[in-house]
Structures are given as structure tokens and as C-alpha cells.
């Protein structure tokens, strides 16, 4: 069993991807969007706390095969919403308007599943661990999902505080596709390297 140090230390690990995409769409925005900023951190908690809780539930049954594939999706969800940010900054034409702001649900729910997909394993890893009831998951999952939710609203502040520098240097879209494919890629070469 993990102590709450140990808790907070895997708490901020997991919710690093989150965070880097929640600047990311701050940037994007590039103005306060609190009902946005509010609901996209909710699901990125709320996913980061489901997943291991799936994880640990499925392990006798399904862990081998969602282990095989669970890069794969992160990283096609990923370079999917990446690469349609980045075709938009290309067809844009350099366009002052940001077309590829993660305002609907359904792209924030495909950002959400694709940072927290990782989390699966630490669910795996709880059921061998020790964790033989879901009451024993309240706390670990509570701290992983607050973690996750905190770090995704820091994140969207830094992207909208900072985001006009960035968008004087750079186009946004273009920026945003780059890093979401970058992370996508990251996600599936640390799976590969592994196996």
C-alpha cells in the first residue's frame, strides 16, 4: 500500500500529460474560457481516477490485452486531434482566429482518455500490490484524480497567461498539433522501448 507522500509523487506523474495539453489549449484559447477550463479539468480528473480503477478491476480478465494495445490508442487519439490542429494552422493561411480550441466535449473527452490511458497500468500495478477492495482505492484514486484536476487548471492559467507571447512567435495551432503528436509519440516509444 502506497503512503499519501508516495500518492502525491505518482499523482503529479500521471497528470504531467495532462498538464502540458491543459497549456497547450490555454494557448489555444488565448482568453479566459472558465466554463471550458472548469469542464476539460473536471474530465481530465475524473479519467485519471477511472482509469486505474478499470485497470485494478480488469486485471484478471482483460490486463494482458489492454496492456498490448493502450499505447496505440493514446497515441492515435493524440496525433488525430494534434493533426487536425496542425492541418488547420496550415489551411488557416496564418489566420488570427483559432479554430482548433478544444471546446467540444467530444475533443476533450478524446484529450481526457488519451493522457490518462497510461494510468491503466497503475491500476494493474495496484491489484498486485495490495489493493483488494475498492474501498482501499477511495484514497489512491481520490489524490490521483484532485492531482490531475489541480495540475489541468494550473495549466490552462499558464497557457492563457503566457499564451499572448507565444502566439507573437508562433502560430498556436501549429504549436498545439506539434506538442499533442510529440506526447503521442513519447507515450508509444516508452511502451515500445520496454517490451
Known sequence: MLSIFDLTFLSVALAMDCFTVSIVCGVACGRW??????????????????????????????????EAVD?????????FIGGRMIRDSVIGGGSDEVHSVPSSLSTQLMLSVATS???LA?????????????????LPLSVIGVGSLLLSVVGCVLGIRFGSTI?????PELFGGLILVFIGVKILLSHILLI
Open 167 to 171: 502566439r507573437r512567435r508562433l502560430n
Open 33 to 66: 474560457m472558465t466554463g471550458l477550463m472548469i469542464r476539460m479539468s473536471l474530465l481530465f480528473g475524473f479519467f485519471q481516477a477511472l482509469m486505474p480503477f478499470i485497470g485494478w478491476t480488469g486485471t484478471s480478465m482483460f490486463s494482458q490485452y489492454l
Open 71 to 79: 499505447h496505440w490508442i493514446a497515441f492515435g487519439l493524440l496525433a
Open 122 to 138: 497503475v491500476g494493474i500495478s495496484m491489484a498486485c500490490t495490495g489493493y483488494s477492495s475498492v474501498s482501499q482505492l477511495m
Open 117 to 119: 490511458i497510461d494510468a
